[in-house]
């Protein structure tokens, strides 16, 4: 157990509809980023929340968003969505605004989307 | 650029030494050197990360050049545990992101 905790594990919905993904960072860490990682492009950062604000954007489609909520909990919201989005997504969280001195980022074991 | 250049796929037989080389002939001074790895159906791991001296820790070590375009990460007795995909980073320090390429997958054979 990372201490990174990514719910639900598992996720088969339809083309057009909305999922949410819900992310809660180890112990402490105020740093939350989003990760996508699919077949044919590895892993994609998508978006970092630093203590409830939105720090960095990567490759993230406008059909997503993500927010920190007080807790330091994040969620990932995808909505419209379509076959290609199909894919693994990764949490990661770290203490400060970067990655931590000792240990880098924790990453969570990851929610797996599939779209049919 | 911030990318680095690994090898596909490598090999290695239980009980023995591995060494995983990256190529980062780009890298800026106050690039960190970062690995993880990913072991099947799991998050990456973070492994080790150094600037410019060799560093150890419990899981591996990492070896790196004096003039820092390369590096190798060592693990001392290779396990079947240790077959993984192994990321080899580029980051610097208060970085937001990590630019993961395409790594090196190890397989340890019994």
């Known amino acids: 157990d990372s201490g990174v905790t990514q719910t639900p594990k598992h996720l088969i919905t339809a083309t057009g509809q909305r999922v949410t993904l819900r992310c809660s960072p180890r112990?402490?860490?105020?740093?939350v980023y989003w990760y996508q990682q699919s077949l044919d492009q590895g892993l994609q950062f998508l978006i970092q929340?630093?203590?409830?604000?939105?720090?960095a954007k990567g490759n993230i489609l406008e059909r997503f968003s993500a927010q920190q909520f007080p807790d330091l909990h994040s969620e990932l919201n995808l909505s419209s969505l379509e076959l290609g989005d199909s894919a693994l997504y990764f949490c990661?969280?770290?203490?400060?605004?970067?990655?931590?001195?000792?240990?880098?980022?924790?990453f969570g074991s990851g929610t797996r989307l599939t779209v049919v | 650029d911030a990318k680095t250049t690994q090898p596909n796929s490598m090999e290695s037989n239980e009980e023995e030494p591995v060494h995983l080389p990256c190529n980062h002939s780009t890298i800026s001074g106050t690039d960190y050197i970062h690995w993880y790895r990913q072991l099947p159906s799991q998050g990456p791991e973070y492994v080790i990360h150094g600037l410019t001296s060799n560093v150890n820790n419990r899981m591996a070590s990492l070896a790196i050049a004096e003039d820092r375009k390369s590096s190798t990460l060592i693990l001392h007795r290779a396990t079947l545990r240790d077959a993984a995909v192994y990321y080899c980073i580029r980051g610097t320090s208060g970085t937001y992101k990590y630019i993961f390429g395409t790594g090196t997958r190890l397989k340890v054979l019994a």
């Open positions: 929340y630093y203590n409830g604000e939105e720090r």
């Open positions: 112990s402490g860490d105020l740093s």
């Open positions: 990661a969280s770290s203490g400060g605004v970067g990655f931590s001195e000792n240990y880098g980022y924790t």
